[in-house]
């Protein structure tokens, strides 16, 4: 996992090969201006998902886990803390992986919790299980699902 500034970015684009590609889309698109909803940026290597939604509470948050994607998630608006916990460590299963919708959930509480304000981002790897959304009020922000296999 990483948190890190939207203005610290660049140091990140040589992680995976869209990432530079990830951010430059950041710091060039008025998200504000978008609709909820999903946006491919790159084919079905890199969307983008405009969200705007409740915030929620500790105990209502679940951790979750990709296999296909890695998630770059730029809060824009709101406060938000998202919980983080290695995925090896993850014992608690809510249900098997869903290769539809790359996603498994788990029961398991979140090691650390980490406030990510506006204009910041978290990066979760396929080894890290995050929940997402932890917060009070509406949050908006944009995830980056970026392919860990290219096409």
């Not at 290769?99 to 398991?108: G, L, Q, T």
Request: hydrophobic share 40%.
């Amino acid at each position: 996992m990483i948190l890190s500034a939207l203005s610290q970015s660049e140091r990140y684009e040589s992680l995976h090969p869209l990432f530079a590609r990830a951010f430059a889309h950041m710091r060039s698109t008025d998200f504000f201006s978008l609709a909820p909803g999903r946006y491919p940026v790159v084919g079905e290597d890199l969307i983008a998902i405009v969200e705007q939604v409740p915030a929620k509470t500790r105990e209502m948050a679940k951790l979750e886990a990709h296999r296909k994607y890695i998630d770059i998630q730029l809060v824009l608006e709101g406060d938000e803390t998202m919980g983080w916990k290695p995925l090896a460590d993850c014992l608690n299963p809510v249900s098997d992986h869903s290769e539809e919708r790359d996603i498994r959930f788990f029961h398991d509480a979140p090691a650390s919790y980490v406030p990510v304000p506006p204009d910041h981002f978290c990066i979760f790897f396929p080894e890290d299980a995050h929940a997402p959304l932890i917060g009070t009020g509406t949050v908006r922000k944009v995830i980056f699902k970026v392919a860990t296999d290219l096409t």
